[in-house]
């Protein structure tokens, strides 16, 4: 599925699939056979949060995207938009880094 834009002030920003960021999160943390306990201690939450946002029902705010990043190896734009930097250009890559 192409990602959706909005528009603000002729620049247009990709909206964020909160159900997609999720799966991306479950995906890594079970590629590494961490449990949500896991990851929630690495990353500072409870694991009812971890399960909040690999559901979709939340989002992880700026601190915790960025300690995901962190804890995960992957980039922002790639846990937000599934995109991965080739170039100077992005694609979508829903699968694993390369």
């Known amino acids: 599925m192409a990602p959706r834009f909005r528009r603000i002030r002729s620049v247009e920003i990709p ?3 909160r159900n997609a960021v999720g799966q991306r999160i479950a995906t890594v943390r079970r590629s590494r056979a961490w449990r949500q306990v896991d990851l929630a201690k690495l990353v500072g939450v409870k694991k009812g949060t971890i399960a909040l946002w690999e559901t979709g029902i ?3 705010n700026i601190g915790h995207l960025i300690a995901l990043s962190i ?3 992957r980039k922002l734009d790639w846990l937000l938009f599934g995109w991965r930097e080739i170039g100077r250009r ?3 890559n829903t699968g694993s880094r390369k």
């Open 71 to 73: 804890v995960l190896r």
């Open 90 to 92: 992005r694609r979508k």
């Open 58 to 60: 939340r989002l992880p």
């Open 15 to 17: 909206l964020v699939d």
